[in-house]
């Protein structure tokens, strides 16, 4: 066979290869990501995950001296307001990440200057929610429907976990009614 009998099928499966390329970097990290908000349980709930230990596997690669809090996310239902104390004695971070797993929004203890934030997560087209007076609020705009929101908080003395345990569990995310939208 010459070049010229080789060429449909040389295009053909570089055709096939560049789909399956494609198609694995697109639609893999959708699927994981859905799998892990599955098994997380209803959306728009915060969750506060035990101390990670050889086992855990919640988070990838979690670490022994952080404690998780994630509230997965779907604005389908609305838009969400996530609220949580933020200590300055050590680090604490919230991260928003969208349905293929991309990180659209951090936030850290040395950025925010007071001891809480209030986090209002829409999706572009929706209507604010009625706000009230936060110390600290973010307004932001998910890329996706669905995510997850992860908060990690560091344990920087073992005598401070009780307390810092109680911390993080005053954070929530919950679903609040948007402002009608006027046509």
Known sequence: MNLREWT????????VAALVHLGTLYELPRRIEARVLTRMGPPNTMRFAKR???????VVRPSPDLL???????????????TARVPH????SVSAFDAA??????RDDQQIAGDSIE?????????????DAAPVRVILFAPTDKGLFLIRLLINDEKNLPALDALRRQASCETVP?????H
């Open 8 to 15: 449909p099928w040389i295009a053909a499966t570089v055709s």
């Open 52 to 58: 990670p230990d050889e086992t855990s596997r919640g």
């Open 68 to 82: 998780y809090s994630a509230c997965p996310f779907d604005l389908s239902k609305g838009p969400l307001k996530i």
């Open 89 to 92: 004695s050590t680090y604490w």
């Open 101 to 106: 797993t991309n990180n659209f929004f951090v």
């Open 119 to 131: 986090i209002i997560a829409l999706r572009p087209g929706m209507a604010l929610p009625p706000l």
């Open 178 to 182: 948007s402002l009608p939208t006027s």
